[in-house]
């Protein structure tokens, strides 16, 4: 049973390079900020949740990030600037 959030435990998988959570519209929160600490990460998709929220713009310093799929959220304010460097 999957939780209804995405828990900021996630920041401890230092190795993890994706994280696909799409389909799900009990799956609400918002984005914790620990998927930061995920340096080796390639793809974050987590399209049609109910995510809430705003999208940091540190996500955009993932080195590796290079898939970012947000659609179908419940996300709010301006899209950062940094997420435009993504590959």
């Not at 998709?45 to 999208?55: A, E, F, K, P, Q």
């Not at 993932?62 to 590959?87: A, D, M, V």
Request: one cysteine or more.
């Amino acid at each position: 049973i999957l939780a209804k959030y995405i828990p900021k435990e996630i920041g401890e998988f230092k190795t993890l390079q994706s994280i696909i959570i799409n389909d799900c519209p009990n799956l609400s929160g918002k984005i914790p900020n620990e998927l930061n600490l995920l340096e080796n990460l390639i793809e974050i998709n987590l399209r049609n949740n109910s995510i809430i929220g705003t999208i940091e713009s540190s996500i955009g310093k993932l080195p590796f990030l290079t898939r970012l799929n947000l659609r179908g959220n419940k996300l709010n304010g301006n899209f950062p600037i940094e997420l435009y460097s993504i590959q």
